[in-house]
């Protein structure tokens, strides 16, 4: 909290906070020539290389290969920028096309303006289409990721500080924001004349991601297979929606107004129901999804679906990877498969794209005596 060395008449009047969140003086590091390095564009890179860490620890802890999710955040980081932009230029055509406007600033990401709106689906894309030739499950990826998008949202919303955007209504809070005019004297979007201190929104979103992360993340422990499915996502979406709601309402910003709401809380609405619908339908269909964490021909010897021991009937999500310790042969011989050179897995997410599964297991049933319609394919 730092005091505010000036106070305009009009901040004393309306008895304005004396004391604010003092905002940053500079938002980027000259370098040399034309080439500066954006703080904006720092809190976004924080955010993803934070969001990548976490999601291969997820990731190697539910069984799947490490340097998957780094693979797909290039393609997730590309798309998302550019749906993300293309979001908000479109939203927000009036900031660059008509008269007196200069179109190219369109492509000054660094200045700000990307809509998660358009960031999220398009990141998926980029996921979904590398998921796709690797034979990886979505279910398993969305599971894995949904936690860490929300922490790289609440990293990456401090960029919207160092630029001065983006704040709520004038407000005498203990916490308000204060927001300085442009240095040519000029009132930045959304100011009042004669107020200072404003809703710090930005904090309020970074905040809100925050505990949306946390939150997730411990519902993904405590309900791993009821919350599978992209069901796990979908809460993400829906949480995230609900905090943006109430927080766009608090900003003053120039936006499209469409019946007494702002453009993006209407977004919240329509794509809040959309992932409610989403939840509940993937809810009734939990078995249907692939549970593939392995790309093709990846996987850790030869796989064997069917009973587990004599005596015992198939179950449906063990698996056996018989691995060949001693370089005599690929499994056991009619033996237990839990016994010296099989390896265990209780659940089938060891498993590959089930082209790659069946082979294995047309090999592993040969060796086993296993009978050919004892096997399973995995989800």
């Keep these: 909290m730092t005091p505010l060395s000036t106070a305009s008449g009009g901040t004393a009047e309306y008895g304005r906070a004396l004391a604010a969140i003092p905002s940053p003086q500079v938002n980027s590091i000259h370098l040399f020539g034309p080439f500066e390095i954006h703080f ?4 976004i890179l924080a ?3 934070t969001a990548v860490f976490w999601s291969e620890r997820r ?14 955040a290039v393609w997730a980081v590309i798309l998302g920028l550019i749906g ?6 479109i939203s927000d055509a009036q900031l660059y096309f008509g008269p007196g406007r200069d179109p190219v600033q369109a492509l000054y990401v660094w200045n700000g303006g990307l809509g998660i ?3 999220i689906p398009m990141g998926a894309l980029g996921v979904w289409l590398v998921a796709r030739r690797r034979g990886l499950s979505m279910s398993k990826l969305s599971f894995a990721i949904a936690p860490t998008i929300p922490l790289a949202q609440a990293l990456g919303r401090w960029g919207n500080y160092f630029n001065q955007e983006l704040f709520g209504a004038p407000t005498d809070l203990p916490w308000a924001l204060r927001i300085d005019p442009y240095p040519d004297g000029g009132l930045r979007p959304g100011m009042t004349p004669g107020e200072f201190t404003y809703h710090p929104t930005f904090l309020y979103e970074s905040l809100w991601c925050l505990g949306l992360a946390v939150l997730l993340a411990y519902l993904g422990r405590r309900f791993e297979h009821r919350l599978g499915g992209g069901r796990l996502f979908a809460l993400y979406i829906m949480g995230y929606c609900v905090g943006r709601f109430w927080i766009e309402y608090l900003r003053v910003d120039p936006a499209n107004d469409f019946f007494g709401l702002r453009l993006n809380n209407w977004t919240s609405i329509v794509v809040f129901l959309g992932a409610l619908a989403y939840f509940l339908w993937a809810g009734r269909r939990l078995d249907s999804f692939s549970t593939a964490v392995v790309p093709h021909g990846h996987d850790a ?3 064997v679906f069917g009973a587990t021991a004599a005596g015992e009937t198939a179950d449906d999500g063990t698996v056996y990877s018989a691995v060949d310790t001693e370089g005599t042969g690929s499994g056991t ?5 839990a016994e010296a050179g099989t390896e265990y897995h209780p659940t089938p997410e060891r498993s590959s794209s089930q082209g790659s599964t069946e082979q294995g297991a047309d090999e592993g049933a040969a060796d086993a005596g296993t009978e050919d319609d004892s096997r399973s394919k995995p989800e």
């Design 117 to 119: 709106w358009g960031a």
């Design 47 to 49: 955010g993803v290389i």
């Design 84 to 89: 993300g932009r293309l979001y908000h230029v």
């Design 301 to 303: 010897g030869t796989q």
């Design 40 to 43: 904006y564009a720092l809190c």
């Design 333 to 337: 011989d009619g033996g237990d498969p």
């Design 59 to 72: 990731w190697a802890a539910m069984g799947g290969e490490k340097g998957t999710i780094l693979d797909m």
